[in-house]
């Protein structure tokens, strides 16, 4: 297992280090991150969208409940934004960085980091994630779902929560907020028909509408196919885009304080804001949990094409998004900790989870 998480981390380092060195090497140069943004933004991430919203299928008959989930997800959206607004007042930060700064506080990597957190802390030893992948598979899992009904339900209720907070709490926001205020700091100093044309004409906010329009039909699996290859390329086309725009003086340098203060919001504010509002709202149990959990997660990756299409500040992106993954190994684990389930044995191994789920995506 050591050498496995390890493994994995050399990986996605060795994807940054590549960008930064073809970067070194003048092969790529700052600019060429908006190619990567096009592939992302108009191919891969539409790919990801879709199958996103057909994964809502998959959630079973108490999905009423779970609308708590996304609501929460709003309310905490919201209120980041709001004080990331202010407090990039309060830095007197120029108009492209602020822009990046409220994307950050916003949203969080519920998709890339969420889903694979979610499996490493509550799937089931006797649950394969690729039960559907062949008829063996499943029976081995639904004999194993006999045996451990409880347990099961817990994981069950864990993946439709968090499914419910990534694809409709953050997607939902990410196709429509996100790309009025990129819009907004990116493009004009006012407010206008345009930044809502915007939404409507983004390749991802039309791949969501084919979704629901396709929702209760059958996919043929060759289009499924070659929508999860190209899926699973929008994060490593972000890290190399990563690599190419990262400024590695820049982090104790002039922007060391707005990097902290948006991850700050992001890293601890968010989950306390979650948690609060899950206490309003009457959720509780394993829905809590794996709510406050999405909710701490590291700032969303796409930001960085976000700050690419929208000419917003790519260099502070890169920078804020870098330290928010690896500030985020000393949080989560904090945060897990105080979990009811098993906390001890959950604390134990969340740190080295975080770190081994990075390309699990």
Not at 17 to 34: K, M, N, T, V, Y
Not at 227 to 237: I, N, R, W
Request: a positive charge.
């Amino acid at each position: 297992m050591p050498s496995d998480i390890f493994s994995r981390i050399a990986v996605i380092g060795g994807l940054i280090l590549i960008g930064a060195l073809l970067r070194r090497a003048q092969i790529l140069r700052a600019e060429h991150a908006s190619l990567l943004n096009v592939l992302v933004m108009n191919l891969t991430l539409p790919a990801t969208v879709f199958l996103a919203v057909l994964s809502l299928r998959n959630v079973g008959g108490g999905w009423l409940e779970l609308l708590r989930v996304p609501l929460v997800a709003y309310l905490v959206a919201t209120l980041c934004g709001l004080l990331a607004y202010f407090l990039s007042r309060r830095l007197k930060l120029e108009r492209r960085r602020a822009g990046v700064f409220i994307l950050l506080a916003m949203l969080g990597s519920t998709a890339f980091l969420g889903y694979p957190m979610k499996e490493a802390l509550y799937r089931p030893a006797g649950i394969d994630p690729q039960c559907s992948s062949c008829s063996e598979q499943r029976e081995i899992c639904q004999a194993y779902r006999e045996e451990h009904p409880e347990e099961c339900a817990a994981y069950d209720e864990a993946n439709a929560t968090a499914v419910f907070y990534s694809e409709l709490g953050t997607l939902i926001p990410l196709l429509t907020v996100a790309v009025v205020v990129a819009s907004r700091y990116g493009e004009g100093e006012r407010f206008s028909w345009r930044n809502l044309l915007a939404i409507l004409k983004s390749g991802p906010f039309v791949a969501f509408l084919l979704g629901l329009l396709f929702y209760n039909e059958p996919i043929p699996g060759i289009i499924t196919g070659i929508l999860g290859v190209l899926s699973q390329v929008t994060v490593p086309l972000i890290m190399l885009s990563l690599g190419i725009t990262v400024r590695w003086g820049d982090f104790f340098g002039r922007q060391v304080r707005p990097i902290l203060a948006v991850n700050a919001v992001k890293l601890l504010l968010s989950p306390t804001l979650a948690f609060l509002f899950c206490l309003l709202l009457g959720v509780s149990g394993q829905m809590r949990s794996v709510t406050i959990l999405m909710a701490a997660l590291p700032s969303l990756m796409l930001s960085l094409s976000y700050a690419n299409q929208y000419r917003l500040d790519v260099e502070f992106a890169s920078n804020a998004l870098f330290a928010s993954f690896f500030l985020s190994a000393i949080t989560l684990p904090i945060l897990v900790s105080l979990f009811p389930h098993g906390a001890s044995e959950a604390a134990q191994g969340a740190l080295p989870a975080l770190l081994a789920c990075f390309l699990s995506r």
